[in-house]
C-alpha cells in the first residue's frame, strides 16, 4: 500500500477506498472515484507494480469468493448504484483493493456483510503517524508527503556530513 501511495501520488483514503474497477494495468492508470472535493481524477499506475498489485489482487478475489460463499462479500455501493444494479454489491470489480480482515455493518442496514477500510485505516495512520515523530498523526501529513520528507532528511544527513568534515 505504501508503494501505491508514493508511486502513484494517491492520497490515503483514496487509497484505501480504491475499487477494483478503478485499477487499468492496460492503460497504466489508477481512477479515483469521489475524492478530495467529491471530484474524480486519473493518476498513473507504476509499471513496477503491475506484477505486485495482480498477485494481492489474486488473494483479495480469493478472500471475495470465500467470503460469497459463506454469505458474505456485498459491498456498499454510491449513491443509487444500489437500485440500478441489484446485484452489483456482490460483483468482484466494486470490491475494495485493500479490505479490512474482519467484516463490518453496511452503515443503512447494520447487516455485516460489507468489508470495509476501518482496520486498514487504523493501521495506516499510525504508521505514518510514527513517521512523523508523533505516536499519532499529530501532524498532518500525506503518506507520499512523508516518504518526500524522510528521503530529503537523509539527504540533509548526507550534506552535513560532507560540510562539517
Keep these: ?8 501520488g494517491l492520497r490515503l ?45 489474486a488473494r483479495v478475489r480469493r478472500l471475495h469468493e470465500e467470503d460469497l460463499a ?3 462479500g456485498s459491498m456498499f455501493l454510491p449513491f ?9 454489491d ?3 470489480i466494486w470490491q ?13 442496514s447494520d447487516v ?12 495506516t495512520q499510525k504508521e505514518t503517524g510514527a513517521h512523523a515523530g508523533a505516536p499519532l498523526l ?3 501529513q500525506r503518506a507520499s508527503e512523508w516518504a518526500r520528507n524522510r528521503a530529503s532528511a537523509g539527504a540533509t544527513e548526507r550534506t552535513r556530513r560532507s560540510v562539517s568534515v
Design 1 to 8: 500500500m505504501a508503494k501505491l501511495l508514493y508511486g502513484s
Design 13 to 57: 483514503m483514496d487509497c484505501l477506498r480504491l475499487r477494483v474497477k478503478g485499477l487499468d494495468s492496460a492503460q497504466r492508470q489508477i481512477i479515483v472515484r469521489d475524492g478530495k472535493g467529491q471530484k474524480d481524477r486519473a493518476t498513473m499506475l507504476p509499471e513496477a507494480l503491475i506484477v505486485p498489485l495482480r498477485e494481492h489482487l
Design 70 to 72: 459463506k454469505g458474505y
Design 80 to 88: 443509487a448504484l444500489e437500485r440500478k444494479y441489484p446485484d452489483a
Design 90 to 92: 456482490k460483483e468482484w
Design 96 to 108: 475494495y483493493v485493500f479490505p479490512s480482515d474482519r467484516l463490518s455493518a453496511d452503515p443503512r
Design 112 to 123: 455485516l456483510a460489507v468489508q470495509g477500510e476501518s482496520i486498514a485505516t487504523c493501521w
Design 138 to 140: 499529530a501532524k498532518r
